[in-house]
């Protein structure tokens, strides 16, 4: 009588052994280093698609460090026309690209929100068409009617800051910073208002940055009085020349990405290593 073959459930090519008990120890040995190196490879590459998320993003360098968001307060006065719009359009522009969430409040006589604070940034890039000419007469930009054209009055800075800084107490953000883009020809009525918000937004920790729209000496040594002469954003951040971009994003080195990808190296050397599959002498 001929008994049929029983299928065997051992892999190809495997090494039966007698004395399995002996090598219980090893086994369960290798086991917990393959379970161990597969939690590790696992988290590593989880880590790495987070933060490979935000590899793109940055601080705007027209920001403070450490500012998780902040708010522009742009002065749309019927001063702000012309060459001043290339600068507020290179400002926005910058902030968009470095990925950074942005409030936006616009004031003029009085001061409106347009973004809360922690809008996305792609939010700010539909404002930046206004500031770009349509075409050109001759050398003078012309540029379509923005909807708050029928706004532009004198300048008061102070309804401005008041309203930005409102913005982020109402959104309850922490280390937040105001930006102010203006020309900074504030009317004399707004100076003592100007004054005390001044002294507000210390007391309150909130940092404000500005970026004079060639504005004239005088007005910016009075804002640099007030507020410091650190005050003042770079100009190589919002201005460009023919040999120079503007240096809109300060992001530091990816080094948490550099530093996850080596330890990913080691750990797939190391499976390879101690989880490399037996060969024996034929």
Known sequence: MIVPAIPSIHRKGAVIVADRARLKTPRLRTEAVRILLALALAGTLALLFMSARTAGAGRAAVFPAGTNTGVVALDMSASISG?????????????????????????SDSAYELLPPNSPPSALTQFVPFFVPLRYYGSTPVFGQGPWDMFMGGTRVAPGLVAAAASLRRAQVKHGAILLVSDL?????????????????????????????????????????????????????FTHTATRHSASIAAPAPWGLIGLGLILVFLLAANERWNARLETAS
């Open 185 to 237: 020809d504030d009317s004399a009525a707004d100076q003592p208002l100007l004054e005390k918000e001044a002294v507000r937004l210390r007391q309150q920790h909130i940092p404000l940055r500005i970026v004079p729209l060639f504005a004239a000496p005088h007005d910016k040594r009075l804002f640099g009085a007030l507020f410091g002469d650190n005050s003042f954003v770079d100009p190589k951040v």
């Open 83 to 107: 060459p001043t719009y290339a600068r507020v359009a290179t400002t926005l522009r910058g902030i968009a690209a470095a990925n950074q969430s942005v409030g936006l409040v616009m004031f």
